[in-house]
T-cell receptor, first 112, second 113 residues
Framework: KQEVTQIPAALSVPEGENLVLNCSFTDSAIYNLQWFRQDPGKGLTSLLLIQSSQREQTSGRLNASLDKSSGRSTLYIAASQPGDSATYLCAVTQGGSEKLVFGKGTKLTVNP | DARVTQTPRHKVTEMGQEVTMRCQPILGHNTVFWYRQTMMQGLELLAYFRNRAPLDDSGMPKDRFSAEMPDATLATLKIQPSEPRDSAVYFC???????????FGQGTRLTVV
């Protein structure tokens, strides 16, 4: 059974800092990995989708990497801003099923 | 602005009552998911459909939960009878085809007292 772990559970940084969020998964037979952002009381917003054949994806100040063989992904946020404060979730799609298996998220607080 | 729409956004009900949650997926998306989010368990898949056919409902307590897609523009999740342990946020998501980006609705926050 696929398990997705995100460490740390919470992270607090000063504005302007570069930071890395970590995601690991136990079964490397994934089809893709997706990073989401969730604001309090809101739904999930997709940030980046990495197919299993890709190593990384970039969008603005965000860069996500994938090392499928080691079961790891990182989300790099450059020059963090208070507006980046949210919970970040990673999810994998297992080969053979379209369902997303989620980690429990990292709650990020960027302090002005 | 295409988005997944869920109704109601909030629901408070008494134990034993029937609850129906509705979802309008993004037009043209043929995969629809229902997830439940709790503090303890995080996000868990309840059921998903492709082209309106249920493909996986293994995460759903079948004695009280049911999920359907009466047509391509509507997915429903029903709980009967509801119990306090069903209190959670229920999310619907849709995707254009399998194995692609999933788009989530704002969720229905259910409280069963």
């Amino acid at each position: 059974k696929q398990e997705v772990t995100q460490i740390p559970a919470a992270l607090s940084v000063p504005e302007g800092e570069n930071l890395v969020l970590n995601c690991s998964f136990t079964d490397s037979a994934i089809y893709n990995l997706q990073w989401f952002r969730q604001d309090p009381g809101k739904g999930l917003t997709s940030l980046l989708l990495i197919q299993s054949s890709q190593r990384e994806q970039t969008s603005g100040r965000l860069n996500a990497s994938l090392d499928k063989s080691s079961g790891r992904s990182t989300l790099y946020i450059a020059a963090s801003q208070p507006g980046d404060s949210a919970t970040y979730l990673c999810a994998v799609t297992q080969g053979g099923s379209e369902k997303l298996v989620f980690g429990k998220g990292t709650k990020l607080t960027v302090n002005p | 602005d295409a988005r997944v729409t869920q109704t109601p956004r909030h629901k408070v009900t008494e134990m034993g009552q029937e609850v129906t949650m509705r979802c309008q997926p993004i037009l043209g998306h043929n995969t629809v998911f229902w997830y439940r989010q709790t503090m303890m368990q995080g996000l868990e898949l309840l059921a998903y459909f492709r082209n309106r056919a249920p493909l996986d409902d293994s995460g759903m307590p079948k004695d009280r939960f049911s999920a359907e897609m009466p047509d391509a523009t509507l997915a429903t999740l029903k709980i009967q009878p509801s119990e306090p342990r069903d209190s959670a946020v229920y999310f619907c998501a849709s995707g254009p085809t399998g194995y692609t980006e999933a788009f989530f609705g704002q969720g229905t926050r259910l409280t069963v007292v």
